[in-house]
């Protein structure tokens, strides 16, 4: 892991990266390489760093979602409604 991580950092396209090798649930292996901003700046990425995919995720997710209803693959069910909203008044 931490070889594949070095070379692929050493590309002049990446910047840095992080990956883990699970197995049933275990983290059996992880690595790894660059740095943590452009230029080498930053600091080089520990190994005990985590990258947080949380936002990244929702707007993958939901452009897969909208790629999905253009193919007609996908079609929201007809029961779903707009979650209601509140308003203070004051």
Known sequence: MQKALTELAASSKV????????????????????????DDKGGKIPPTARYRIGSQTKLMTGTVILQLVKEKKFA???SATPTPTTSCSG
């Not at 840095?16 to 390489?33: E, N």
């Open 15 to 38: 910047v840095g990266a992080i990956g883990a090798v699970y197995v049933d649930g275990r983290r059996v292996d992880q690595g790894t390489g660059g740095t943590r901003l452009l």
């Open 76 to 78: 929201a069910p007809s």
